[in-house]
């Protein structure tokens, strides 16, 4: 990878996420193994002195796996869950060692606000995965982790690759990457990626269309000034689905093709647009300034019938129909200032920041009653849609105005011992108009998130690190009193180990942890109509990942997690009850290898396995369980020519059947069977 002209001269790029030179790709990135990270300290920083665990996802992973969604790569990062998905229209929810979050972010800015269409990897460098709290840096968010992604950027180099795949259910999907200097000086820099879909499914009725844009621009005003601007533009059209049931919470009674809404509902739209750009300044060889601005909107509509609840006698499925208007924009600004002091022999690399933003979001949902009714083993579709009810109706706007300031102390006492310090200051402020009710609440919170790391080399080959931090996310909604709720409070501690191994080939961190969580909601003892910030969670366990390229044929990644995640304290769960959709084991490995001589020369080979242990599958912990499972995919590039690459992809080539995530026994989605695509990828 070449270094794009709006990077700094040297090894270190300035911009806060990974830029690399050509002469140092080699050593920054081997096989699956990325050395350096700006997610986890928003400054460019080796992971080997960066005192936390971060698992790194590069695209490499993202083009073997050949998967439209980056939920699959994310198995390879360790304690990394799927949770609610939204009938598949976003990337709702996911959890980090055992505690579920809907906050992750894109080139440092929160990009889950509302319900954005889950990214697509076509505009993907990587996947960092940040473990433990990031309040911190990030502000509001869970203590279980969080996802950072790092998107492509323009680069000096002229190229054009076309991406062409095609597989079972009639998916096909077609992707363009174009990057081209503008003037002849290579001072101003452009890239586009575009990507279509149009998939069915192995599900009944369920399809969806996708069209997907995102242009980039990238100008060195000058050696010291550079500005960079990136959009998006998504258009996403798909059948909502909350999967199967489990009559009796036992799985397999109904086809795991089978479809309870109505496919007369028609699809739900989603479209999001995104707009942000930044501009650096290095005020001299040691500080640089930094100003961005992030803009978002989007809007999902559309109705659909969805499963309510199972009558006793295990057949009759009740279901309602809601149609959804929602819309939403969010606008976040920050600056920040960079730089290097030292204090005698201590090199002390600050950052000082601040964060503006401004989140509005209106959400007009109508449901029905009475509910309509379905038998699960001979389903009638096609029923009279029952008329709406005012009074299980939802009309409600809901405004957020968001401000911070941070300071971190990245330092180096020697060449063997690193440290970290950090805090921020947030001030938030929440506003919910209830247009049914015409109630209003409103509530202010301020919140100071420190952390604190320590990491020592103890050889070339074995660094060992601790760290200790906070976090904080707001409650929406009021108690029976009419009082706002207290926000959840986070606190996490994790130590461990990081390998250098086989030369530099092989990377490992080995991580334990501890992480509790307060103030979440649950039901009031007094009336269980309303809710109360009293119930606590915990989540203790060890995780590891390794990265690398064992010889300069074979190229490895894989994650192992022990989760022991729990209910410490609720009005309604019992002590020690099970956390929705996390196993307590899971874990992968992929490995490719590439002839590099001889008559297969261009050819790769590879496969990959997953585990997943059995979870909790209800929210209110009922005893149902999704079974654990373990699936192998296959894959096959041939470089036929410098310029084709031909692919075979073969997942779940066992044809097992398994279930990956749920919220109750009657939202159950289940895995995709046995399938097989191919592709091809044409460099113009």
Known sequence: MVMP???????????????????????????????????????????????????????????????????????????????????????????????????????????????????????????????????????????????????????????????????????????????????AEGTMLYRMNLAVEDSQSFRDYRSGERQFFAPSFSWAISPETRLLVQAEVIRNRQVFDRGVVAPNDRLGSVSRADFFGEPGDGDIENNNETLQAELEHDLNASWTVRLASHYKQGRLSGGATEASSLDADGRTLNREYRYRDFDWQDSITQLELRGLVYTGAVEHNLLIGTEYERYAKNENLLRSSPVSQIDIYQPVYGQPRPPFDPARSTNRHELVYARSLSLQDQMRFSEKLFGVIGARYDHYEHRLDNEVSGKRTEQTHEKVTPRIGALYQFTPEVGVFANASQSFKPNSGADRSGAVFDPEEGVGYEAGFKLDLLDSRLGMTIAAFHLNKENVLTADSLDAAYQVAAGEVRSRGVDLQLTGQLTDEIRVIGAYAYVDAKVTKDNTLERGSRLLNVPEHSGSLMGVYEFLDGGLRGLELGGGINYVGDRSGNVADSGFELPAYTTVDLLARYKATEDLTLGVNLNNAFDRTYYERSYSNVWVMPGEPRNLSLSLSLAL
């Open 5 to 183: 002209t709006w990077a700094q001269d040297g090894d270190t790029a300035v911009l806060d996420e990974v830029v690399i030179t050509a002469e140092d790709a080699k050593e920054e990135q081997n096989g699956y193994r990325t050395r350096r990270s700006a997610s986890a300290t928003k400054t460019e920083t080796p992971l080997e002195e960066i005192p936390q665990a971060v698992s790194v996802i590069p695209t490499t992973v993202l083009d073997d796996l050949g998967s439209p969604r980056i939920e699959k790569a994310l198995d390879y990062a360790g304690g990394v869950a799927r949770q609610n998905d939204f009938g598949g229209l976003t990337m709702y929810e996911y959890s980090i060692r055992g505690l579920a979050t809907s906050e992750f972010y894109k080139d440092g800015f929160s990009v889950n606000r509302g319900y954005m269409n889950p990214p697509d990897p076509s505009n993907v460098e990587r996947i960092d995965v940040l473990k433990g709290p990031a309040s911190s840096l990030y502000g509001r968010g869970d203590p279980g982790g969080t996802l950072n992604i790092v998107s492509k950027r323009p680069l000096e180099d002229r190229f054009a690759r076309i991406d062409l795949s095609a597989g079972r259910w009639d998916r096909y999907r077609s992707s363009l990457d174009v990057n081209t200097p503008i003037d």
